[in-house]
């Protein structure tokens, strides 16, 4: 697994252009994801099914077409692009948050929705705990911004679909 770790094959690619009208951000490819090259490929991860079940997708896509999703106004990042793994594996030092927020000036999409609270605790430099799940306060120069609870199975015990129906509620709207 270290030879995954310290090779740049791993790498998800962005999937980004001008005025997409939701991008989601995670922290780092996971061990499976970057294994095969595609966002939320694990089998027990629920990204792709919430994505369905809520209404932001018309069907239910593969990790193995995430690229689809573009044609949909979605796009897809992580702040770490050379970590792998779970949130507790990735260095401190691999995020990179300036350069998220760069590309987020650059590309400006309509909406962020970061996919675990660990991600949206590094964009706003604080901790998890004084994050709320849902919608954020609006921020000058910055998209609509929602946290999302992680769709990991790993993080099982914190799921619940409620912020995603919110964030499809938002989008749909806007």
Request: with cysteine.
């Amino acid at each position: 697994m270290s030879d995954l770790r310290d090779t740049n094959l791993h790498r998800l690619p962005d999937q980004l252009r001008a005025n997409l009208r939701l991008v989601f951000v995670g922290t780092a490819a996971s061990t499976r994801s970057a294994a095969v090259g595609h966002y939320y490929a694990h089998p027990g991860n629920r990204f792709w099914r919430a994505l369905h079940e809520t209404g932001i997708t018309p069907q239910r896509y593969r990790p193995d077409q995430f690229a689809a999703l573009l044609a949909l106004g979605i796009g897809f990042t992580d702040l770490s692009k050379t970590g792998v793994g779970m949130d507790h594996e990735i260095a401190q030092g691999s995020f990179d948050v300036i350069g998220f927020k760069a590309k987020i000036e650059t590309f400006q999409p309509k909406t962020i929705a970061f996919t675990s609270k660990k991600a949206a605790s590094l964009f706003y430099s604080r901790p998890t705990s004084a994050l709320a799940l849902g919608r954020q306060p609006s921020t000058s120069g910055c998209p609509d911004v929602f946290v999302l609870p992680s769709p990991s199975g790993a993080a099982s015990r914190h799921w619940s679909l409620q912020p995603w129906r919110e964030l499809a509620d938002w989008i749909t709207k806007t």
